[in-house]
C-alpha cells in the first residue's frame, strides 16, 4: 500500500513540474525571453525526461524492487522537503502586517505637493508662486530651469524614438486628456443625485463598493481609514479646474480611503523605456480616473460625501495608503508591489465618509526581496535608486528614490521611463509558473533567495527592452 501511495504521488508531482517547465517554456517563447527559453527547454527536457524514466521503471516492475523501494522513498522525500522549504509560511514580517505605522521611526511631516517636481515643473516664470517657491528652494532653481529648457518633465516629447515615437505619443496625449476631463468639481466632488441617505451597514457597503469598483475595471480594491500623515499638506498642482489655488492649505476630513488598482499590460511594460510604453501609463491614468469618479458618484448617491483622487486630483499619497489598505507593499523602487500584478499597476482612489470595513495590511516579503535583489538600482540609467538597506527618511523607514535625477532621465528620453518597473522580478507577465513561483515567493524567505538568483540566470540581470506590438512600434 506504501509503495502504491508513493508511486502515485511521485508520479503526480512529475507530471506536474513538466506541466509547469512546459508552461514556462511556451510563456518564455511568447515573452521573447531568448535565455529564458532556453533554460526553460533545459528544464522541460530535464523533467519530461523524469517523467519516461519515471513511467518505464514503474511499467518494467523496477520500482518494486528492493533498490526501487531505496529510490522511491528518496525521491519522494527529496519532493516533500523541496516543497516544504520553498512554501512553508516563515519570515513573518511584523512591520509589514502593521502598515504604515509599523515603517514609522520618527517625527513625519506632511507632504507638500508644491516642492514635487511635477508641480514646480508648472510654474510660470516670474509668477508670485515662482519667487515663492525659489525663494525658499533655491537649490531647485538652476536644475528645474535647465529641465524647463528640454520641454519639462517629460522633454521633448517621445525622443527617445523620433520620429516613431510621435505616432506613440499622439497615443498617451489621447488618453491623458482623460483625466483633465474628469477634475471639474463638481465631478470629482458629486452631488447626490438621489437626494436622500440610503441606511446601509459598513459590511454591506464595503461589499457593495468593493464590487462595484470591479466591475468597473478595478483590478484590485483596498480600504484603509486615512492617516492624515499621508494626505498633502498644501496644493502644487494648478488647481484651478477644481477650484483650488497654488499654495492652498489641504485637509482631507474623510476617514476612509477606497484604493483602486489597474492592471499595466505586460508587453507594453517590457518595452520601456520606449514611448510604447507610455501608452500604457496613460491608459491606465485614464482608466483610474473614470473608475474613481463613476465610485466617488455611487457613494455620493447613497448619501455621503466622496471626493475621487486621480492624475488631476490628488489629495493623498495613494502608495501608502495602499499599504494601509492591504493592497501590497512598497518596494525599493517606490512603486506599490503587489501579489497578483507586481508593481505593474496605477492607482486611484476614492475618500470618503461612507463607514467601511477596513483591510489589513499584508506581509509579502517585499522587504526582504527588495533587500537581497536591488535589480531595479542596477538598472537604473541615472542611479536614482538607492542601494543597501531603507534608512530613516521624514520619520519612515524606506528607500528613498532621487526625483530630480530620476525626472532628469525622462526629460532626456522624453517619456516616464518605467526601466524599474520593467526589470522589477515582481513585474513577470502572471502565466501558470510565475504565479507559482509568486506563491513561494511572497510565503517563503528560502524560495526568495532561490528565485532572486534564478531570475538573474533565466532573464539577465540587466534586461533588454522589448520590442512594441506592431500598432505601438517605436523603431525606425
Not at 476631463?181 to 459598513?202: E, K, Q, S, V, W
Not at 507594453?268 to 491606465?284: D, F, Y
Request: hydrophobic share 40%.
Amino acid at each position: 500500500m506504501l509503495d502504491a501511495i508513493l508511486i502515485f504521488l511521485m508520479g503526480l508531482a512529475l507530471i506536474g513540474l513538466t506541466g509547469i517547465t512546459f508552461s514556462f517554456l511556451v510563456s518564455s517563447f511568447r515573452e521573447k525571453e531568448d535565455r529564458a527559453t532556453l533554460f526553460g527547454g533545459i528544464q522541460f527536457v530535464f523533467f519530461f525526461g523524469s517523467l519516461v524514466l519515471f513511467t518505464l521503471s514503474y511499467a518494467n516492475g523496477f520500482l518494486e524492487t528492493a533498490p526501487g523501494r531505496m529510490l522511491l522513498i528518496v525521491l519522494s522525500a527529496f519532493t516533500a522537503a523541496g516543497t516544504w522549504l520553498l512554501f512553508n509560511k516563515n519570515g513573518e514580517n511584523a512591520k509589514a502586517l502593521a502598515g504604515t505605522a509599523g515603517l514609522i521611526v520618527g517625527e513625519v511631516e506632511r507632504f507638500d505637493e508644491r516642492e514635487t517636481v511635477f508641480a514646480r515643473d508648472n510654474l510660470q516664470i516670474g509668477t508670485d508662486a515662482y519667487k515663492e517657491m525659489y525663494g525658499e528652494h533655491p537649490e531647485w532653481e538652476e536644475r528645474d530651469t535647465r529641465r524647463r529648457a528640454m520641454g519639462g518633465v517629460v522633454g521633448e516629447m517621445g525622443a527617445i524614438d523620433k520620429p516613431k515615437g510621435n505616432a506613440n505619443f499622439s497615443a498617451a496625449i489621447a488618453s491623458m486628456l482623460m483625466p483633465e476631463y474628469l477634475c471639474a468639481p463638481h465631478i470629482i466632488r458629486p452631488m447626490n443625485f438621489r437626494g436622500d441617505t440610503i441606511d446601509i451597514n459598513p459590511e454591506e457597503a464595503t461589499l457593495r463598493v468593493k464590487g462595484f469598483a470591479r466591475k468597473l475595471g478595478a483590478d484590485l480594491v483596498g480600504v484603509a481609514r486615512i492617516n492624515p500623515l499621508w494626505t498633502y499638506s498644501h496644493r502644487g498642482m494648478d488647481g484651478s479646474q477644481q477650484g483650488e489655488e497654488w499654495g492652498q492649505a489641504l485637509e482631507v476630513s474623510h476617514g476612509y480611503v477606497i484604493v483602486l488598482a489597474t492592471e499595466m499590460a505586460f508587453d507594453l511594460v517590457q518595452t520601456s523605456p520606449h514611448t510604447s510604453g507610455t501608452i500604457e501609463t496613460a491608459r491606465n491614468y485614464a482608466e483610474g480616473a473614470g473608475i474613481s469618479i463613476r465610485l466617488a458618484q455611487f457613494i455620493a448617491n447613497l448619501g455621503y460625501s466622496a471626493t475621487a483622487e486621480h492624475l488631476r486630483h490628488y489629495q493623498s499619497l495613494l502608495v501608502p495608503m495602499a499599504v494601509d489598505a492591504g493592497l501590497g507593499e512598497v518596494g525599493r523602487h517606490g512603486y506599490l508591489i503587489t501579489k497578483e500584478l507586481g508593481p505593474r499597476l496605477r492607482l486611484a482612489g476614492v475618500t470618503t465618509d461612507l463607514p467601511l470595513v477596513p483591510d489589513k495590511p499584508v506581509d509579502i516579503g517585499v522587504d526582504d526581496f527588495c533587500v537581497r535583489c536591488e535589480k531595479c538600482s542596477d538598472c537604473c540609467p541615472s542611479r536614482s535608486i538607492p542601494s543597501g538597506a531603507p534608512e530613516a527618511v521624514n520619520g519612515t523607514l524606506r528607500w528613498k528614490l532621487n526625483p530630480e535625477t530620476c525626472h532628469d532621465y525622462w526629460a532626456k528620453v522624453g517619456t516616464d521611463c518605467n526601466i524599474c518597473m520593467r526589470v522589477c522580478p515582481f513585474s513577470h507577465d502572471r502565466s501558470l509558473p510565475h504565479k507559482v513561483i509568486t506563491e513561494a515567493v511572497t510565503r517563503n524567505k528560502n524560495a526568495r533567495r532561490l528565485f532572486l538568483y534564478m531570475d538573474d540566470l533565466f532573464y539577465g540581470r540587466k534586461p533588454k527592452a522589448k520590442s512594441a506590438p506592431g500598432w505601438a512600434s517605436y523603431a525606425s
